[in-house]
DNA sequence: CGTGAGCTTGAGACCCATCAATGTGAGTGG
DNA sequence: CCACTCACATTGATGGGTCTCAAGCTCACG
């Protein structure tokens, strides 16, 4: 039934760029089972410690995954956009480890759990697509390891700045390094391991630096080549590099 | 052939506790094809930017996987110890987008990217059996964000202690929160993205309060629940709980 | 016993957090 | 169309946690 949301076709086209899949493949998954549904922005799609029931892919809109801290701080852990899978790892996985929320308001495929057993288990070119989709997400885990353990305010800010970038325009929500940036700067705050009014004051260097400029929640990067160096930025992580990787 | 290293039995072990595994899987992951060699402390398994061409599965002794910042900063990103795979996930991305290293002398079982592939296109579970591996690497990753991101120095090093306590005694390395910590304390800093200097205060602080003591590179936790407090440390994200979740 | 890597301790500096106040713009209701 | 409100952004002043620099110590090993 490929009368599926078209933002399917964008994951498919993703899923494939990096692992092959058959036109059998990408029927499958366009027909795989799932409801549609439009979520308000703030709305928790998975909390910590609560076992999964379903898994959701982004149709529009972004979410976030965070944990709080025995402090009550907020960490932020990743960032998802229209297209991605935000806990796909839930579906193998007894419990939940963290919370996810939309960010804007979403439209959101749950499919079931048991559903994404089903076709993986069938589908060996299916499960590697997926699989290597959560090793790409586990490589941008260890680069954000490392931007909130070694990175100054200035780099870390300017380094989450170019991700953003790139990761919008590959996922065509962007272009010409300017886009929409959907989170508070509280919200970057804790992306980034930093204080809210110390995010602010860094955003306004990189503005005066002429590195960036904004206009409310928009960014346009005014001088991509020294924003990367600003932000210590190497976009191999991102592994974005589709040469077509796998005969088998 | 299972004349397989016995810690090929181990990996096993763990594998099938998270998603279960037939005889005949286990039969076709102790002869996977794979080659034996020793190798001393301080050498490189991986290198950052260079395109990957086995597998290394440790059989003994301890790795670290780590990159380095543009400023000559080293953040250490995870440790691993025998029985577990330290970049599994390059078998299916083009490049490796950071190092890993040896902690100590190790044996290790080199197993070719392509015996890989071949294992987990034709046998599901197997694959499923990886990729849940992987999963909780992530979960491990996410953790970490959070302890650089918002510990402070004291929380950070405490948890980091129990969590290698109990992953250690999870690979039966370790019991009566007891262990050898294989690691100086400036590599300690690196995974905590904190100075070798303050490092050592803390410790020293943590067993003024009588939560651990040191003896060498030998830890002691003399307060568990003490020690998990400071630490903010709870388990479920380790994935231990073996409830042997999937039926198919 | 000499050597060197790693551990330990102190003093001072600095980056970022905290606290606090004000500014701004979108939405709401009168 | 104008108060009013509320979330968010911005800015300043101050303090603290961690880094930096530097020196001495310990212990395994030759």
Same mark, same amino acid.
């Given at each position: 039934?490929?009368?599926?949301?078209?933002?399917?076709?964008?994951?498919?086209?993703?899923?494939?760029?990096?692992?092959?899949?058959?036109?059998?493949?990408?029927?499958?998954?366009?027909?795989?089972?799932?409801?549609?549904?439009?979520?308000?922005?703030?709305?928790?799609?998975?909390?910590?410690?609560?076992?999964?029931?379903?898994? %959701?892919? *982004?149709?529009?809109?972004?979410? !976030?995954?965070?944990?709080? /801290?025995? =402090?009550?701080?907020?960490?932020? #852990?990743? @960032?998802?956009?229209?297209?991605?899978?935000?806990?796909?790892?839930?579906?193998?996985?007894?419990?939940?480890?963290?919370?996810?929320?939309?960010?804007?308001?979403?439209?959101?495929?749950?499919?079931?759990?048991?559903?994404?057993?089903?076709?993986?288990?069938?589908?060996?070119?299916?499960?590697?697509?997926?699989?290597?989709?959560?090793?790409?997400?586990?490589?941008?885990?260890?680069?954000?390891?490392?931007?909130?353990?070694?990175?100054?305010?200035?780099?870390?800010?300017?380094?989450?700045?170019?991700?953003?970038?790139?990761?919008?325009?590959? %996922?065509? *929500?962007?272009?010409?390094?300017? !886009?929409?940036?959907?989170? /508070?700067? =509280?919200?970057?705050?804790?992306? #980034?391991? @930093?204080?809210?009014?110390?995010?602010?004051?860094?955003?306004?260097?990189?503005?005066?630096?002429?590195?960036?400029?904004?206009?409310?929640?928009?960014?346009?990067?005014?001088?991509?080549?020294?924003?990367?160096?600003?932000?210590?930025?190497?976009?191999?992580?991102?592994?974005?590099?589709?040469?077509?990787?796998?005969?088998?």
């Amino acid at each position: 039934m490929p009368d599926a949301h078209p933002t399917f076709g964008k994951m498919i086209k993703r899923l494939d760029s990096r692992s092959p899949l058959s036109e059998a493949d990408k029927l499958a998954l366009l027909s795989v089972q799932h409801s549609v549904r439009k979520v308000p922005a703030g709305a928790h799609l998975v909390r910590d410690g609560e076992p999964p029931e379903q898994c %959701a892919l *982004l149709l529009s809109g972004y979410a !976030y995954r965070y944990k709080i /801290t025995g =402090e009550g701080a907020r960490q932020i #852990v990743s @960032l998802h956009m229209a297209g991605e899978f935000v806990d796909l790892q839930n579906s193998f996985l007894q419990v939940s480890d963290h919370s996810v929320q939309t960010l804007t308001e979403a439209d959101v495929a749950f499919v079931p759990m048991q559903a994404i057993r089903e076709i993986t288990l069938s589908n060996p070119s299916i499960a590697r697509a997926l699989w290597v989709d959560t090793l790409v997400d586990s490589s941008i885990f260890r680069e954000w390891v490392v931007n909130v353990g070694r990175r100054d305010s200035r780099t870390r800010v300017a380094h989450i700045l170019c991700e953003f970038s790139l990761r919008l325009e590959a %996922a065509g *929500l962007a272009k010409d390094h300017r !886009y929409e940036l959907p989170m /508070t700067q =509280e919200q970057l705050a804790d992306a #980034v391991g @930093l204080t809210s009014v110390h995010v602010n004051r860094v955003l306004r260097q990189l503005g005066e630096e002429g590195l960036i400029s904004r206009d409310r929640r928009s960014i346009t990067i005014e001088d991509w080549q020294r924003l990367r160096e600003a932000g210590d930025f190497n976009e191999r992580y991102l592994h974005h590099d589709f040469v077509a990787a796998a005969r088998n």
